[in-house]
Structure formats: structure tokens, C-alpha cells
């Protein structure tokens, strides 16, 4: 039965029927949101990473991977169960955010962003943008800024290894 149930190829012996939670945000000091997020294993190593380093929400933009997704969920090995997320058009993600007193900035190679080391720590919100087309437009005239991780080599990193730094930095 249970391979015959399971969607993975590991053969697991644990199932559980769980009823999606249904957070909601009337506070917070620092949030991740992501914009067109389309891996389900980025997703949820993001949202594992966000509850690793204490960060208060991960908000998901409607047109992202499934939060609740099985590879979505194997990746936050459950983390999204237990931090909240948000699954919101990215517009009313950066809305929420700013309600709530936060500086949006998203992660960009802007020529005007500021490096990761100027980001503030606290009251703090970062856009991340898909894996192929980076931050939408419309993400992007909604923040207050940009922010880029500085590097030597490359001019972008995997979106779920970007979290982890920004996620770091602003712990």
C-alpha cells in the first residue's frame, strides 16, 4: 500500500493527512517574498531555510510552486508547517509588508542596489525572483530598493542558496 500511495521513488513507510494550515500575518520583522518561484524543491528549501535562520513569514506569490506541494513539503522537511506561509499575489504580498511597516527590497543586479552588507536587519522584507526571469516589473516598482549579494565569479546564484544568505545576513 505504501508504494502504491507514496509519489516518490524512496519508499517511504510514513503518510500523513494533514489539514493546511491557515496563517496569517498581523506582524512581523522580517519576511521573504517570492516572485514566480516555479522549483518546488527551491521553494521549500527557502521556506526551510527562512524557519532555520528565524525569519517571520515566507510569502508566495499565487503564480509560484505549490507550498503544499509533496516535493515542496519533502524539501521544508515541514517546515511550512510550522512558519507561517502565505500564498498571495506578489503585489499584495509587497502590500502586506509595507502595512506592516517593512522596507521591501528586492534581489536584483540593479546598478543602484545596494550590497548585502547595507541591508538593514530589522523591518525588513526581500523579494526573490525566479529561477529564468529573475524579479518581475511590477515587483520591482512596488519595492523601495535593490539589493545584490556581492560575488567574484558569477553574476547570480541558485534562488534557495540566495535565501540562505539574505536569511543569514538579516537573522
Known amino acids: ?21 491557515q496563517f496569517k500575518l498581523k506582524k512581523a520583522n522580517r519576511v521573504l517574498l517570492c516572485d514566480t518561484v516555479q522549483d518546488p524543491g527551491n521553494l521549500g528549501t527557502i521556506i526551510r ?13 499565487d503564480d509560484s510552486a505549490d507550498i503544499w506541494s509533496g516535493k515542496t513539503l519533502r524539501s521544508s522537511q515541514g517546515a511550512a508547517l510550522h512558519l507561517p506561509t502565505l500564498r498571495l499575489p506578489i ?55 535593490s539589493v545584490m549579494i556581492e560575488m567574484t565569479q558569477f553574476e547570480s546564484l541558485n534562488v534557495a542558496v540566495a535565501s540562505a544568505l539574505i536569511a543569514y545576513h538579516i537573522k
Not at 1 to 21: D, R
Open 49 to 61: 531555510t527562512a524557519y532555520s535562520f528565524g525569519i517571520d513569514a515566507v510569502i508566495v506569490s
Open 1 to 21: 500500500i505504501a508504494n502504491k500511495i507514496s509519489q516518490t521513488k524512496s519508499g517511504s513507510e510514513h503518510f500523513a493527512l494533514l489539514k493546511i494550515p
Open 91 to 145: 503585489l499584495q504580498g509587497i502590500a502586506l509588508c509595507k502595512t506592516l511597516g517593512m522596507q521591501v527590497y528586492v534581489a536584483d543586479l540593479d546598478e543602484d542596489a545596494i550590497g548585502l552588507q547595507e541591508l538593514p536587519k530589522n523591518h525588513i522584507a526581500v523579494v526573490l525572483g525566479s529561477e529564468g526571469q529573475g524579479i518581475s516589473q511590477k515587483a520591482k516598482k512596488a519595492s523601495d530598493g
